[in-house]
């Protein structure tokens, strides 16, 4: 056999396990090569897989897992629906997702001759829209400084922001992305004022927005959360305000297992974003973005004023 011909050979039987690899791949699954990617069927629909290193093993990984979402955003397909009886009740797919429902507060004030913020407004674990919307009374909020405010619901009532709360593996990411697309579609939204504000999980989740979809946001309001994020990519700085109390009993001021302490959450985040310390609790950031950490002593889990306080930072921190 001829030099040609065994090259030849080994070729053809590379080709052949990398083939019977990629037909067999799955989420979790060891992998050969960092970088070779796949496909795999889950309920009959198709997902991207990626070979990527995990601690000193090779595992598939979905894609959007692996890279931000703006890393392998496609134009979204948005189809947004409000009830016939109530029209802030709306419902949305993206992408062909099923279908999620979200609160619309659209304040009287509003005219669409003038650009206004839009706050995309997340629920703690185990709460739903309705309730972050009537405990927060941020509806109030919004009519006093005329801003859009959307609250969605969380696949059962809690969000994937990585590290923590949902084993569902939705896409909470790309919900917040159509909804952002959908809303500026059919209102006159100030781009340079687009926030995402969570509470508990919810914040968690803000976390993550603020490093996939940094494109799209602003500035995002973390009440007692704290960073849980598997990757964060930023493309742009996204002002931070940050507020935690010290007697939090449910994420611990000193962190938990599902993230670090407020300031070591903020200072993760500031150095994913090309952020500078300007003091303990402080740093500035490319694009006229800032962040701030506040520690409320005697606070707990939740605080009422905190609300309209993350506000007025919001307003004052625009993206340049």
């Known amino acids: ?6 090259i030849a050979i080994l070729a053809s039987l590379f080709i052949a396990t990398l083939s019977s690899q990629a037909l067999a791949a799955s989420a979790g699954q060891t992998c050969k090569v960092v ?8 309920q009959g629909k198709k997902i991207s897989l990626l070979c990527t290193k995990v601690g000193k093993s090779l595992k598939w990984k979905t894609v959007s897992s692996v890279l931000p979402a703006s890393s ?4 979204l397909k948005i189809i947004d629906e409000s009830s016939a009886s109530d029209s802030s009740l709306h419902s949305i797919s993206v992408s062909g997702s099923a279908k999620r429902s979200y609160i619309l507060h659209v304040p009287s004030t509003y005219s669409s001759a003038t650009a206004v913020p839009l706050m995309i407004a997340l629920h703690g674990h185990s709460w739903t829209a309705a309730r972050f919307r009537d405990t927060t009374q941020l509806d109030q909020v919004a009519d ?3 801003f859009i405010i959307a609250y969605p619901d969380g696949e059962g009532n809690m969000w994937n922001a990585g590290n923590c709360c949902s084993t569902l593996g939705t896409d909470d990411v790309t919900l917040i992305s159509g909804m952002i697309d959908s809303i500026t579609s059919k209102y006159n939204i100030d781009k340079s004022r687009v926030w995402v504000l969570g509470h508990s999980n919810g914040a968690m989740m803000a976390y993550r927005a603020a490093c996939e979809i ?9 009440g007692a959360g704290t960073f849980a994020a598997f990757s964060c990519k930023p493309t742009k700085a996204v002002s931070v305000i940050e507020i935690h109390g010290t007697a939090d009993q449910v994420l611990s001021i000193d962190g938990t297992i599902w993230g670090p ?3 070591a959450s903020a200072a993760k985040y500031a150095g994913y974003a090309g952020c500078s310390a300007s003091s303990s609790s402080t740093w500035t950031c490319p694009n006229g973005s800032q962040i701030q950490v506040n520690i409320e002593d005697g606070a707990t889990h939740y605080a009422q004023s905190w609300w309209a306080e993350m506000t007025n930072y919001l307003f004052a921190h625009p993206r340049s």
Do not use: H, Q
């Open 1 to 6: 056999m001829s030099r040609i011909s065994r």
């Open 261 to 263: 302490s407020p300031l």
């Open 35 to 42: 970088g070779t990617t796949s496909t795999s069927s889950v």
């Open 72 to 75: 392998v955003s496609v134009a």
């Open 214 to 222: 940094s494109e799209k946001i602003t500035a995002i309001a973390v």
């Open 144 to 146: 006093s400084k005329n």
